[in-house]
Each structure stands twice: as C-alpha cells, then as structure tokens.
C-alpha cells in the first residue's frame, strides 16, 4: 500500500519531484498537489493522472505525508491555516523551501512534528539534481526512507546529521550550479578568444563538464588522481593546472563557499 504524499504548492520543484516518482511507477493516485491556480491543477490532473485540491487542508487530511513546496516568502501564510488539520493527522512533512528552520516551520504547524528538511538544486528540474537532507530526532526509520525514495525520483540524496550542515549543503550543491555555468561561460569566452565560433565553444565545454563529471561519477579514482592522470609532464594540461593553482583557484573557491554558507546562515 503506497502512502498518500500531498505537494502544497504544485509549481517547478514539486512537479519534478513527483514526475520522477511517476515515471518511477509511483501510482498517481498516491499523490495529491495543491495550488490555488485551478487552470494548472487541471493540466496536471490531465498530464500526469494525479489527484488535486485548491484547498490545502483538504490534501493535508487525506496524506502521509506533506511536501511543502511554496516559495519560502508565503510559506507562514501557507502553514498557519494548516495547524489543525497537520496537528490532528501527524504527517511526515518534507520541506523543500530553502532557508526556514525545522523549529521555524514546525511553530507555524502548531508544535513537534516529525520533519525534513531538503535543500534540492535547479537540476533536480532536469533529473540529475543533487539534495541534502536532515530529519529531526521525530523522524523514524520508515519515514526517513520514504523520504529518500522520494527525492531520489530527482537525482542524488545524502543526508546531513546536524541541521546547521545544510548550509554547507547550500554551499556545495545548492548554489553550485551557478559555479559551474559561472565556469562555462568563461570557457566559451576563452574559446572564442583562441578563434573557436562561440556556439562552438559553448558545446565544447559543456560537454566537457558533463563528461568529466560523468567520468568522476563511474570511476575508482577520485578528481585528483583523474586530473593526474590527464596532465602529462611538460604537456599543455599542465600548464593550464599550473595557471589555476599559482591564481589561487582553490583559495577564491573555498572564499567563495564560505561567502555562500555565511549568506544562507544570515538568511535563515
Ligand atoms: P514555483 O513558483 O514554481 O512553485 C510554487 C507553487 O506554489 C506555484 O505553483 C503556486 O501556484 C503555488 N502556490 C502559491 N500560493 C499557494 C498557496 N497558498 N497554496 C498552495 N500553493 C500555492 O516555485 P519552485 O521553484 O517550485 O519553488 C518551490 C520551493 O522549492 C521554494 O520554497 C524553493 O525555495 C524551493 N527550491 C526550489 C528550487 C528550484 O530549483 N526551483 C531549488 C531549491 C529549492
């Protein structure tokens, strides 16, 4: 018997993650997603067979589990109507909202509650994202479970022991995208420099970075000794190393990371 999860808000995050878990065999009408927008709701009830309401107290009575997916700004206004319905039902609920506190979001539902927090990425969007997770200690076993098989349907999940670690998390792959199209651009830029045609250079190093991130992902090896193994004496690849290591490249990336971590600090 498959549990009943109901997605509050039905926009990006939360139709990749239940698109995943479809295209996983998830049976559709296992899952509930609410939003007010009805026009929506229909499409979706069309695409994909699953089971809508605009009221969310009305998905939040039939769930096992709730999957706040609102933007973190009308997150308040989404949980404090909800109070009596998730205090009388005691669902799981899963937060995919970036920066509000476990204790944040269980004081707008109205007390203890078992919970997790998730710190998707933009590729989750895609398939290939990259979550961390944290359970608080009311969180058992089976629900911990349930919550991975859920966020795997989108890609790679690890789960963090301390709440404090997702923004580290954030840091890492949260915002990490942005550091690799950050990367790509200033290779396509270099290409055309060198008198490669642009959208030339753009396929090049795109490619490039899926394939050296596929290749890290399948091999015994870690990045380092796959670096190594690239770089031959004397050769061209390490003189570009060299370039990046006597810049610092290492000491701007951990800057920059800490830069990050402090900011999703500050904002929570
Ligand atoms: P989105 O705007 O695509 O989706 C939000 C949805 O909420 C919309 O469908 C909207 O109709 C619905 N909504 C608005 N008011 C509502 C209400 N009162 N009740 C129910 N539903 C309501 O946003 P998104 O990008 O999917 O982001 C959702 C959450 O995911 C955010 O908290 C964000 O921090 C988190 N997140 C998203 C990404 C990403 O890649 N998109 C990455 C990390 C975290």
């Known amino acids: ?32 997603a609410t939003s007010p927008d009805d026009t929506l709701l229909a499409t979706l009830r069309e695409r ?7 009221d ?14 609102v933007k973190p700004q009308i997150m308040r206004q989404v949980c404090e109507p909800l109070r009596e319905a998730v205090q009388a039902r005691k669902p799981l609920i899963v937060s ?30 895609v398939g290939a994202g990259a979550a961390g997770l944290y359970a608080n200690p009311r969180v058992d076993a089976e629900q911990r479970e349930l919550a991975g098989e859920l966020l795997s349907a989108v890609g790679l999940v690890e789960w963090v022991a301390e709440e404090a670690l997702l923004d580290a998390v954030t840091a890492v792959s949260g915002s990490g995208p942005a550091y690799f199209f950050l990367f790509f651009e200033a290779m396509e830029e270099a290409g055309v420099n060198l008198g490669l045609p642009r959208e030339t250079a753009r396929r090049l190093a795109l490619q490039t970075g899926f394939g050296a991130a596929s290749m890290a992902l399948r091999s015994e090896h870690d990045p380092a000794q796959l670096k190594r193994n690239v770089m031959s004496p004397q050769g061209s690849t ?31």
Not at 260 to 266: D, V, Y
Request: hydrophobic share 50%.
């Open 1 to 32: 018997m498959h549990k009943t999860i109901a997605f509050i808000g039905a926009g990006n995050m939360a139709s990749a993650i239940f698109g995943g878990m479809l295209d996983g065999g998830y049976p559709a009408e296992s899952i509930i």
């Open 48 to 54: 994909h067979g699953i089971r809508t309401h605009t």
């Open 56 to 69: 969310n107290a009305t998905a939040v009575n039939e769930a096992d589990v709730v999957v706040l997916a």
């Open 96 to 125: 995919v909202a970036a920066g509000l506190e476990a204790t944040t979001l269980e004081g707008w539902l109205g007390g203890e509650l078992a919970l997790i927090r998730c710190m998707p990425n933009t590729p989750s969007l």
């Open 238 to 268: 390490e003189r570009a190393i060299q370039y990046f290591e006597d810049a610092e490249l290492r000491h701007i990336v951990d800057g920059a990371m800490q830069a990050c971590a402090a900011r999703a600090r500050e904002m929570a």
